[in-house]
């Protein structure tokens, strides 16, 4: 095995852990009513994120849903101002005033967060129909759920950005559930990526599960829109382990069907990846600190943190105070 192989992996495991213990802590503290409004976790899905941000380049563009945790932290994002957020804090990343569905983060290409299911494809599309305009050489990455994939805004910018030959790459993940509905009650299709013929797009379909894996089938998709051929419509297969939001108790599925697919939890797959390698114990373990050490200083930068003054909604909000 390569070093630079087995490093790449210590990195992504890393950074998957940090997602995990930051959604699982995140929860903690919405239960301690230290976090308001709607919460939802990406717990499961976290080889999608890191393989995202470890296959694009400075400059590119990434869109995801609400459920935007873990992409903004893979993408760079730090713990505290993701966690300050969350708290409705001013050192948040949206300053306190967006929370857990409106994460933004320019500097390091994570243009939200949005609460619109499939609202954000045409973002997406815009951003990338600037990029193409203005001759820029940037890919505009967009998730959302399968859920979305019904709803007239993607039609509209699949087949605006299939027309246009945008850079851009849409990316379903495809956890099963649309809230507690599974696709099969709300498509005809079972495999989704056929859509993307329908849009002049290539389409591909993989398991989500191993981040090499994710990071080959997007790279491809991420070459072809850099170089000019064009969109492509990808539809991953994971699975989340926690419920929809943090008001869903689950169910719609069983237990034995959640411990199933939870033996193809990404992180127990990098994990396994490293051990067959041969890494040291003491050096997963070290990471494993590192973590902790750092989702405990974000917990307690967002406690600590002031909350906004009244005077940045005047600021941000609204246009004047009436
Ligand atoms: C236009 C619109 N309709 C309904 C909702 C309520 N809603 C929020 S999330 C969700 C389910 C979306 O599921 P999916 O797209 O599969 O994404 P996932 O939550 O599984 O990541 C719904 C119906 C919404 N936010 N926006």
């Known amino acids: 095995m390569s070093e630079v192989k087995v490093e790449r ?3 992504d495991y890393r950074e998957m852990l940090l997602i995990r213990r930051f959604e699982e802590e995140s929860a903690r503290a919405y239960a301690q009513g230290k976090i308001g409004g709607f919460l939802h976790l990406y ?6 994120a890191v393989a995202a941000a470890t296959t694009i380049e400075k400059g590119d563009l990434v869109f995801q ?19 300050a957020e ?3 804090k001013d050192t948040g990343c949206s300053r306190g005033l967006g929370g857990s569905m409106h994460y933004f983060d320019v500097e390091n290409g994570f243009y939200g967060g949005w609460g619109i299911v499939g609202g954000h494809l045409a973002l997406a599309a815009g951003a990338a129909f600037r990029s193409k ?13 399968e859920g979305a994939t019904n709803i007239g805004g993607f039609h509209e910018a699949m087949s605006l950005a299939g027309l246009w030959k945008l850079p851009a790459v849409f990316i379903c993940e495809n956890n099963q559930y649309a809230m507690g509905t599974p696709l099969s009650r709300t498509s005809p299709l079972s495999d989704l990526s056929v859509k993307a013929a329908g849009y002049g797009m290539v389409g591909d379909r993989f398991e989500g599960y191993d981040v090499d ?4 089938h997007l790279k491809k998709a991420i070459d072809r829109a850099r170089s000019g051929e064009g969109p492509s419509f990808l539809e991953i297969e994971t699975y989340r382990f926690r419920g929809h939001s943090m008001s869903d108790p ?29 890494v040291d114990e003491a050096k997963i373990e070290a990471i494993e600190d590192e973590v902790e050490e750092r989702i405990e200083a974000a917990l307690k930068h967002a406690d600590e943190a002031p909350f906004p003054e009244e005077s940045l909604l005047y600021e941000t909000v609204t246009v004047e105070k009436f």
């Open 9 to 11: 992996w210590l990195d």
């Open 43 to 48: 717990i499961g899905q976290e080889s999608i």
């Open 65 to 83: 849903t609400y459920r935007d945790h873990g992409t903004a932290l893979a993408l760079g994002m730090t713990p505290e101002a993701a966690m």
């Open 86 to 88: 969350l708290f409705g």
């Open 133 to 145: 305009y203005l001759g820029e050489d940037q890919v505009t990455l967009c998730f959302f759920g």
């Open 213 to 216: 894996v994710v990071r080959e």
């Open 250 to 278: 689950g169910k719609y599925r069983t237990a034995e069907e959640l411990e199933e697919r939870k033996k193809k939890d990404p992180i127990l797959l990098i994990l396994g990846k490293l051990r067959d390698a041969g």
